[in-house]
């Protein structure tokens, strides 16, 4: 079983940046594919980005691509999801997720869940 701890979020203006990040614990965390969600009031959690075991791979929804990064650290067991120029549209609470594969194709699948962690952008 994977654990995920997201930290990072806070309030920033139109064209800022932030950096959340997510710590995955459990014996086969570093070998998991993980990925970043957000949901925004009163809508349905969405996909953001996702990265490979390795880190070698990535996937990003149209409406971020160009402005977030997703990364994982050396050892693996930390992702990163680095936001810049960032819009109010984007305002939403994220969730860093963990699957066992990697599929670019397919953004299902997804077994452990972080707590969540607020963005807030205004203009």
């Known amino acids: 079983q994977v654990q995920l701890v997201e930290s990072g979020g806070g309030s920033v203006q139109t064209g800022g940046s932030l950096r959340l990040s997510c710590a995955a614990s459990?014996?086969?965390?570093?070998?998991?594919?993980m990925g970043w969600f957000r949901q925004a009031p009163g809508k349905e959690r969405e996909f953001v980005a996702g990265?490979?075991?390795?880190?070698?791979?990535?996937t990003y929804a149209d409406a971020v691509k160009g402005r977030f990064t997703i990364s994982r650290g050396n050892a693996k067991n930390t992702v990163y999801l680095q936001m810049n120029s960032l819009r109010p549209e984007d305002t939403a609470v994220y969730y860093c997720?963990?699957?066992?594969?990697?599929?670019?194709?397919?953004?299902?699948?997804?077994?452990?869940w972080g707590q969540g962690t607020q963005v807030t952008v205004s203009s």
């Open positions: 997720a963990a699957r066992p594969l990697y599929d670019s194709t397919y953004q299902g699948g997804y077994n452990a």
């Open positions: 990265i490979s075991s390795t880190g070698g791979s990535t």
């Open positions: 459990g014996r086969t965390a570093s070998t998991y594919a």
